[in-house]
């Protein structure tokens, strides 16, 4: 009585094998790009929120209240203010203690070290149409770098870029409502779409 073994032949493992690498050489660069723009949508993810707490906290409390983003190195930080004279969160009125810190300064963490307030190595038009070079202010609020909301919930117009060196995404907040929301940039397509 014979027996028969039954495997494979080395041939059928190799062949396998090159299948398998082949699938993971072409699933890997895929997966690198959804990575980094997982990173970056969870970093503006996290603006909208900090601006959205400083929206709510200056209409539970009737008086102006804001975040200051404050650039240091290759890192941001950001503190939240509650306005002590009736003008809004203003730069000098912090500086005289005026405007109260209730929190922060909080660092901002990049995600991932994948992706960061920042800009494109390359000139665009922002979502209004105007030139955007990467030497730019990557947050913009009018000429600071202060959202400042009133106790109605309007709030400065102004953006927050937010980066992984290839893709680009804002952060917006519109000034009469306060509405805050994202946009992603299509850089095939050189132009901006509602995320």
Not at 50 to 69: C, D, Y
């Amino acid at each position: 009585m014979q027996q028969h073994q039954q495997g494979f032949s080395l041939v059928e493992i190799v062949t396998v094998l090159a299948i398998i690498g082949l699938i993971a050489l072409c699933a890997i660069p895929a997966f690198a790009t959804y990575r980094r723009r997982a990173a970056m949508v969870s970093e503006a993810d996290e603006l909208k929120t900090i601006l959205r707490l400083a929206r709510s906290r200056a209409i539970a409390s009737g008086r102006h209240a804001g975040v200051k983003f404050v650039h240091a190195g290759n890192q941001w930080t950001y503190a939240f203010y509650e306005d002590g004279d009736g003008d809004g969160i203003r730069n000098d009125d912090i500086e005289s203690g005026v405007d109260r810190r209730w929190s922060g300064p909080s660092l901002l963490i990049p995600r991932f070290d994948l992706a960061g307030i920042g800009l494109l190595p390359d000139s665009i038009r922002d979502p209004d149409g105007d030139p955007l070079p990467p030497t730019a202010n990557a947050v913009q609020f009018n000429r600071s770098t202060i959202c400042s909301f009133s106790p109605i919930g309007s709030g400065t117009p102004g953006s927050v870029y937010v980066t992984d060196g290839r893709q680009l995404c804002v952060v917006r907040v519109t000034g009469s409502t306060g509405r805050v929301r994202m946009m992603r940039y299509d850089t095939g397509r050189r132009r901006w779409e509602q995320h």
